[in-house]
């Protein structure tokens, strides 16, 4: 599957127009994998108000994200329209580098 310009329009939109946006498996109510709820738990702990979106009901975004961000693995993390990274990569800087986070959050959400 190729990146139409129609599906890079659609995660262009969830992108842009939600501050922080977690694409993922399953939902921030009920994730459906470990990593996905990994990152769930680290937003919540940082007080964020995100969106997230279930690739599992859309295997086109599934497939699409991963071309999007050239990042081979679900859940992906945008703050602010920019690709922060997967499960690994929040859980690096929550434990490492905690205050970046944090200030990327807050920046998106005072936006």
Same mark, same amino acid.
């Given at each position: 599957?190729?990146?139409?310009?129609?599906?890079?329009?659609?995660?262009?939109?969830?992108?842009?127009?939600?501050?922080?946006?977690?694409?993922?498996?399953?939902?921030?109510?009920?994730?459906?994998?470990?990593?996905?709820?990994?990152?769930?738990?680290?937003?919540?702990?940082?007080?964020?108000?995100?969106?997230?979106?279930?690739?599992?009901?859309?295997?086109?975004?599934?497939?699409?994200?991963?071309?999007?961000?050239?990042?081979?693995?679900?859940?992906?993390?945008?703050? &602010?329209?920019?690709?922060?990274?997967?499960?690994?990569?929040?859980?690096?800087?929550?434990?490492?580098?905690?205050?970046?986070?944090?200030?990327?959050?807050?920046?998106?959400?005072? &936006?």
């Amino acid at each position: 599957m190729t990146l139409t310009p129609e599906l890079k329009a659609r995660i262009d939109d969830l992108v842009t127009k939600n501050k922080i946006m977690v694409f993922m498996k399953g939902n921030k109510l009920m994730p459906q994998c470990g990593f996905s709820n990994n990152v769930v738990q680290i937003l919540n702990i940082l007080g964020a108000t995100y969106e997230t979106f279930d690739v599992l009901e859309d295997p086109e975004i599934r497939q699409g994200i991963k071309e999007y961000s050239s990042w081979p693995t679900i859940p992906q993390v945008y703050i &602010s329209g920019e690709f922060i990274g997967g499960s690994d990569v929040i859980i690096e800087m929550f434990n490492k580098n905690k205050e970046e986070l944090e200030q990327k959050v807050a920046i998106a959400l005072a &936006s």
